[in-house]
């Protein structure tokens, strides 16, 4: 199968040695365009490190918390059928295709990252479902039932985002593995996870367990 030619470029511009590739992912029905990790066992070049941290291809990974909540709705679908769903900073597009999947009425998935929008474009069609698409969440009208936010809180620079996701839907599931210890008086730890990035980036052992939080706005 022949990767988008879009984001294979934008890739090889970032590691020139670099491959998408469509991977099934464990535990789930699902597939999506990575980056190829059984080619990059390599030491990065000071320029490509320089690059990576300038630009990095998030969208050509599917973060923990992003596959634990697609997992999670396998399991728990009523979180999302029937839902108007936005998912914020969406990246691959993994939990908004798994909601699709599992029942959603209506996926947006927003980025600012004209590169992620083309990978959700990509994955979407890769599972045969069809995603709406924002680059600015605060663009969007209040009208959502779910917020899905997934691996978007792995800086604490980040936490005021907490306050804006329940503008625009009624409620919010918050999955993150980096920070999980926050303090906001509409959130909830509903569940642990557990879960690894793919391609497998050899983290440390905690960011494997990943936090689900649920907030509904008043």
């Avoid at 697609?70 to 969406?90: C, M, N, S, T």
Wanted: hydrophobic residues 45%.
């Amino acid at each position: 199968m022949t990767p988008p030619l879009d984001l294979q470029q934008a890739l090889a511009g970032l590691l020139g040695d670099a491959r998408l590739v469509a991977e099934p992912l464990p535990g789930t029905d699902l597939r999506l365009w990575l980056i190829d990790g059984n080619n990059m066992h390599r030491a990065f070049s000071p320029e490509e490190t320089r690059r990576i941290l300038h630009e990095p291809p998030y969208w050509s990974f599917c973060w923990a918390s992003g596959l634990a909540m697609a997992r999670y709705f396998a399991e728990q679908p009523h979180w999302v059928q029937g839902k108007r769903i936005l998912d914020f900073g969406a990246g691959s597009g993994i939990a908004g295709i798994a909601a699709l999947k599992h029942g959603a009425l209506e996926v947006v998935a927003c980025d600012l990252d004209p590169l992620a929008l083309a990978a959700c474009r990509a994955n979407a069609q890769l599972n045969d479902v069809e995603l709406g698409y924002s680059a600015d969440f605060f663009a969007e009208a209040d009208r959502f039932d779910l917020i899905l936010v997934a691996d978007v809180l792995y800086d604490r620079a980040n936490l005021p985002l907490l306050d804006q996701f329940l503008s625009r839907g009624r409620e919010a599931l918050v999955a993150d593995s980096r920070v999980r210890d926050f303090r906001h008086p509409l959130y909830q730890r509903i569940e642990m996870l557990e879960a690894l990035t793919l391609p497998d980036l050899a983290e440390p052992e905690e960011f494997r367990h990943v936090s689900l939080y649920h907030a509904r706005r008043a």
